[in-house]
Structure formats: C-alpha cells, structure tokens
C-alpha cells in the first residue's frame, strides 16, 4: 500500500487518551514545543475516569509530525495516541 501524499507544512491531529486532563495537556504541549499546537477536550468516558483530547498542530515534515508522535506516546500518562 502506498502512503498517502501529504503537503507540508500541515495542520495535523492527534487525539490522546489518559486519566489525567492537566498531565496530557502538559504533555501535548511540550511535545509540540517547536510548533503552534489548539488543544481540546474532545470526550470523556461514561465511568469519568478517562477524558480524550485532540490535539491539531501544525507540522513542517513528516519526521516533525512522526517525532511529535513519539514523544507523545512515550509518556506513562498516555493510555493511547492516535
């Protein structure tokens, strides 16, 4: 399968599941510390002990949008990252 053609720079989204809202914020913005990021509470779980939110930051390359990824999914407060 081919990837996707994609122009850059881009506004790109990412959406983050964890329990903390303050920790995820923290974490989305010093991921995004080269670049302007809107932050969002997009959902929070019926049992309210897990909330979403999206992140859209807008990405110069691939390989700042891929490094922005991973410093987002390497932090313990991040359940997942999409």
Known sequence: MDKPLIDYPCRWQYTVVGENEGALRQILLL???STEVDIRVSHHSSGGKYV???AEALVASEEERDTIFRNI???HEVRFVL
């Open 31 to 33: 991921a995004c510390t």
């Open 52 to 54: 979403s939110l999206k």
């Open 73 to 75: 999914q390497s932090n």
